[in-house]
């Protein structure tokens, strides 16, 4: 299985390699409305992403469009 392909199949992931699948930096995610951030679970001091990064940039895409 490709690095991609194991990427999709993921059913969450750690911010920094979340962010790094995305192509942003974290200092981006911290600053993002929360309006625009991806759907995360908080499991003790850790937040867990549980929205695919092309899921989630799908999202943006749609949102700029109806905006």
Request: aromatic share 8%; proline share 7%.
């Amino acid at each position: 299985m490709s690095k991609s392909e194991n990427a999709t199949a993921r059913a969450g992931w750690d911010i920094p390699s979340w962010c790094d699948a995305c192509g942003f930096s974290r200092a981006k995610y911290y600053t993002l409305p929360a309006e625009m951030r991806p759907r995360a679970l908080k499991l003790g001091t850790r937040h867990i992403v549980i929205e695919p990064p092309a899921q989630y940039l799908s999202r943006l895409a749609d949102a700029q469009e109806t905006a």
